[in-house]
């Protein structure tokens, strides 16, 4: 495996992006990133068709940035409110007399940086974005390359020889080998775990998308894009 750590510092000084001094401290935050294919057309190619019929809907909003990365644009999906589905068997549990309604939003930010187009997901935004669009493996490389082998939490693989998937996890940090993976007949699918300590962020998951977890502000969301593509394009 290939790592590209020293070389081009993936999550790594993230931190200094805005000018941050060392020593200040940042609410830890996850962030959630897709890698769109490179013939996708414009942000609206990344769209399910759920989402492209909600665009005209009054509780949609859609905000254009060009100061984000090289242009993005914000989708923020607002439902309209209902009573929660588990809310019946605590009226009739409890007794709950008084209305309670609530409603579901979600937002998608879908920008360019590095000559490529990404979306970060809030919420259940991933369900309006256009699976086919996304590259496949963009999350897993990108993780594969960061990851310390020796802090696996978690990773899930399919068994080509007999088409069963399965999931390895661990209440602990693990290494590789105590997957008991076999590089001839498993193909990894999802994998995470914590990165190594010259890493900013503290964890990663990956698998179709990135996740990862760590000291960062939304405004760092395309700089870090590019870094993990830049990672992804070396290989594993």
């Known amino acids: 495996m290939r790592h590209f750590v020293a070389e081009y510092g993936i999550l790594t000084g993230i931190a200094a992006l805005e000018g941050r001094k ?22 609206n190619a990344l769209l399910s068709e759920g989402a492209l ?38 009226r009739n549990e409890f007794g709950i007399a008084q209305p309670i309604q609530t409603k579901s939003t979600c937002a998608l930010v879908i920008f360019r940086t590095a000559e490529r187009t990404f979306a970060a997901t809030f919420g259940h935004g991933w369900m309006y974005l256009k699976e086919e669009n996304l590259e496949g493996d963009f999350g897993l490389r990108v993780a594969l390359n960061a990851l310390d082998e020796s802090k696996l939490k978690r990773l899930e693989r399919a068994n080509l020889g007999d088409a069963l998937r399965g999931v390895a996890l661990s209440p602990f940090q693990r290494n ?21 300590d010259e890493a900013s962020a503290e964890a990663v998951t990956g698998s179709r998308s990135l996740k990862v977890s760590g000291e960062f502000e939304i405004s760092n969301l395309p700089e870090l894009a590019r870094i993990s593509h830049e990672g992804r394009c070396i290989g594993v």
């Open 176 to 196: 590789f080998s105590s997957f008991g993976l076999d590089d001839a007949l498993d193909l990894v699918r999802k994998v995470s775990g914590n990165t190594r």
């Open 53 to 90: 019929e909600r665009l005209n809907e009054p509780s949609t909003r859609v905000v254009e940035v060009d100061e984000f990365g090289d242009g993005a644009k914000v989708f923020v999906f607002t439902g309209s409110e209902h009573e929660p589905r588990w809310l019946t068997e605590l």
């Open 22 to 43: 060392k020593g200040d401290r940042v609410r830890k935050k996850t962030f959630t990133l897709y890698l769109a294919k490179e013939d996708t057309g414009d942000f």
